[in-house]
């Protein structure tokens, strides 16, 4: 027993802190996407950023956090005055200008990851897309009491101390500035009639999914971050129609989520009798889709469900309860 409870902390409990941080980061973060109609931006920086996670490895020599988040945040940067450009320039919508962008700069990024496999450089495009859960240890514990112990906590993995950051940051901002997110969401233009810089807030709101994206990407992959960014605020919005609301709850589905899908990949196919686990990191993705789908159908007044006995409701309120029919004379109406 004591055993498996030492096999938990070192191997699952490390890489499921990570998946619980790196989703609620991205779920918090993403409800400005899908409130302001962006839901593409999403996918658009996740692509967008690994050529300059990719070129700021290759400089560096290094995973650490700092060269690959400056190299990312310069791609960011890169892909918003492209995009911009692909806009003006080809006169098209800023749906199709972000669609070109990303890909081109996914591609390259997946070039130079090529690039760098070929140099012997520790670098892969699985790493990438579904991310390293599985590789992310803590070998300090030596019990439940471990998870008091300074020493040990001082061991923990990078990339769960790098998204602890970020989920911290996130959260700190959004307390600091909710009236001014709130207003700028629904209402760029009273913003900017009250003084309110809303397109400051747009582009901060952009920087800051940039760096919940980078920050979640080396440890859970870019389809895990595209899944959340979206998935537990689109799940919430057909829950709750009151801000502060969804802003809790996409958090909270966003680490049901991970609770789910990372207990599905690492243990379910164990007891079904199976040889080998799942990808975590895909595992996540699909419950939160699993989670989404059932809002949709379910949600209280939004979901497909609800929705119809709304309806029902309504035609039986409108429905008289006796409706005498009309008087026939002589065959006529």
Known sequence: ???????????????????VLACAACALVGNFLVLRRQGLMGDAISHAVLPGIVGGFLVAGTRETLPMMAGALLAAALAGVLIEAVRRLG??????????????????????IERAAASGVDLDADCVLYGQLETILWLEPTGWGSLLDPAALAGL???????????????????????????????????????????????????????????????????????????????????????????????LLGVLAAVLGYGGAAFLPLWLGAEHSLNAAGMIAVASGLILALAVLFGPRHGLVGRRRGLRRVRASATPASSPGPAVLGGEA
């Open 157 to 251: 993995p990078r990339e769960v101390m790098t998204l602890g950051f970020v989920l911290a940051l996130c959260a700190g901002l959004v307390l600091l500035f909710y009236k001014e997110l709130k207003i700028t969401t629904f209402d760029p233009a009273l913003a900017s009639t009250l003084g309110i810089p809303a397109g400051a807030f747009h582009y901060g709101v952009v920087l800051l999914v940039a760096a919940t994206a980078i920050a979640a990407f080396e440890a859970v992959g870019s389809i895990l971050v595209i899944a959340m960014l979206i998935c537990p605020a689109a799940a919430a919005r057909m829950l709750t129609d009151r801000f502060a609301a969804q802003l809790a709850l996409s958090v």
């Open 1 to 19: 027993m004591e055993l498996t409870l030492l096999d938990f902390l070192r191997i699952d409990f490390p890489a499921l802190l990570a998946a």
């Open 91 to 112: 006169r098209l919508e800023s749906g199709a200008a972000m669609g070109v962008v990303f890909t081109v700069m996914f591609a390259a990024g997946v070039v130079l």
